[in-house]
Nanobody, 123 residues
Framework: QVQLVESGGGLVQAGGSLRLSCAAS????????MGWFRQAPGKEREFVAT????????YYADSVNGRFTVSRDNANKTVYQKMNSLKPEDRAVYYC????????????????WGQGTQVTVSS
């Protein structure tokens, strides 16, 4: 199975930036579509961004489009999410997820998940 470990979360002031990382195990990382999701307290898990195996195709939720950028480094088996112009409403636990192929924008479409990393944005 695929094992994913997120890192890079923390506390940042509104308008600041963070870069999240997701390190994957196994030799098949380059064959996987990767996704980022987030879950705020009392809310359902929601789609943030996704990137296909080649890195050529990316999709973003409207709420983060233009502020967040997802990328991947298949040689190092790592996917990144650069988060700029952070807002208090971006506060959530951010999860990295993987599926074998095909872009999917819902959590139930991803069988592999990391443990999550907390992002807190203060005003």
């Amino acid at each position: 199975q695929v094992q994913l470990v997120e890192s890079g979360g923390g506390l940042v002031q509104a308008g600041g930036s963070l870069r999240l990382s997701c390190a994957a195990s196994g030799r098949t990382f380059s064959n996987h579509v990767m996704g980022w999701f987030r879950q705020a307290p009392g809310k359902e898990r929601e789609f943030v961004a996704t990137i296909d195996w080649s890195g050529a195709n990316t999709y973003y939720a409207d709420s983060v489009n233009g502020r967040f950028t997802v990328s991947r480094d298949n040689a190092n088996k790592t996917v990144y999410q650069k988060m700029n112009s952070l807002k208090p409403e971006d506060r959530a636990v951010y999860y990295c997820a993987a599926r074998n192929f095909g872009i999917v924008l819902t959590p139930q479409g991803y069988p592999y998940w990391g443990q999550g990393t907390q992002v807190t944005v203060s005003s």
